[in-house]
């Protein structure tokens, strides 16, 4: 997903007519599995929360103040009314849980993303038996979907996993996108230069804007990447450590284990073990081609914005 950096301003999208990730109030609580091929969908906000549960393929998610860059076996969190753009390969495989507000336990701003965990990808799986044609009235179907929107706090619990911010200011978007084409040798010396200001401005820049410190802003983006190093490209923990800026395998194995809870290696097992059983056959990661043929997507949809 290189060239992705160099996005235009957040434009609200239309509701698109057809969007297979859309459950209105007409239909009850429902899981379904969505092949959307290349496309580029989206809303102004549902009624319905939402699951995104990434089985096969690419998909970004973008709101107003950032995108979520999300690979096989991790989901994300989209709350109701929330606006968003989805962006899918032509080889994307979803499944999509459609959650009522009032059952939901949700006490975020916005999107958050998370690994599909064991339980989540059983009970994901569980679910696909009650589409949006199923009854109403239906019990045990109200029931399992109440408990299924009572675990998303638990589920969800790093508030910035693959998370990219855009910003509002001129300079700090600059300073974004020279950052994410860098991040093996980045500094906030060099990021301001890029960015036409001081130091100390692009700092006040990062805190009132995101609410971030440059530092944090850095690692967050650093781990974002470096998730996708190791599941997509299939990188050793060694290159990826170098590639996103870290010297030290130690030293990166020491933020990676503090801001996904895992270990690298043991993070790209886990990956590999659940994207193996939710594509139902063993995982590979999509090619150069693929992934060059999904940033030009997006790439023609920001300028067409």
């Known amino acids: 997903m290189k060239g992705d950096s160099a996005r235009v301003d957040w434009v609200m999208p239309e509701d698109d007519r057809v ?3 859309k459950c209105t ?14 496309a580029v969908i989206g809303s102004r906000g549902d009624p319905k929360n939402k699951i995104l549960g990434i089985e096969q393929g690419r998909v970004k998610v973008e709101g107003p103040h950032g995108q979520w860059v999300l690979v096989p076996a991790h989901m994300i969190f989209i709350p109701h009314s929330r606006p968003y753009r989805i962006y899918s390969s032509a080889d994307a495989v979803v499944t999509v849980a459609h959650l009522s507000a009032q059952h ?25 038996r009650w589409d949006r044609d199923r009854a109403a009235d239906d019990p045990v179907a109200d029931a399992y979907f109440n408990a299924l929107g009572l675990l998303c706090k638990e589920w ?13 200011s001129a300079e700090l978007k600059r300073a974004i996108a020279y950052s994410r084409t860098r991040l093996d040798s980045v500094t906030i010396e060099l990021a301001a230069e890029a960015a036409g200001t001081s130091v100390r401005t692009l700092r006040r820049y990062f805190q009132d804007e995101l609410g971030m410190s440059w530092r944090r802003f850095l690692r967050e983006l650093r781990m974002t990447r470096a998730i996708e190093l190791l599941t997509l490209k299939r990188l050793s923990v060694t290159q990826t450590a170098l590639d996103v800026g870290f010297n030290s395998v130690a030293a990166f194995t020491l933020a990676f284990t503090s801001f996904t809870g895992k270990t ?4 790209t097992r886990d990956f590999f073990n659940s994207a193996t059983a939710l594509a139902g056959s063993e995982y590979a990661p999509d090619d150069a081609g693929g992934e060059q043929e999904f940033t030009g997507q997006m790439l023609r949809h920001s300028t067409a914005a």
Request: with cysteine; proline share 7%.
């Open 25 to 38: 109030d007409d239909f009850a609580e429902c899981v379904e599995k969505v092949k959307t091929g290349n």
């Open 264 to 267: 690298p290696s043991t993070y």
């Open 156 to 168: 969800f619990q790093c508030s910035r996993m693959m998370w990219i911010p855009f910003g509002e």
């Open 104 to 128: 939901t336990v949700w006490e975020h701003e916005g999107c958050w993303a998370a690994p599909i965990n064991g339980l989540a990808k059983e009970m994901l799986g569980y679910a696909l």
């Open 19 to 21: 969007n297979p990730f």
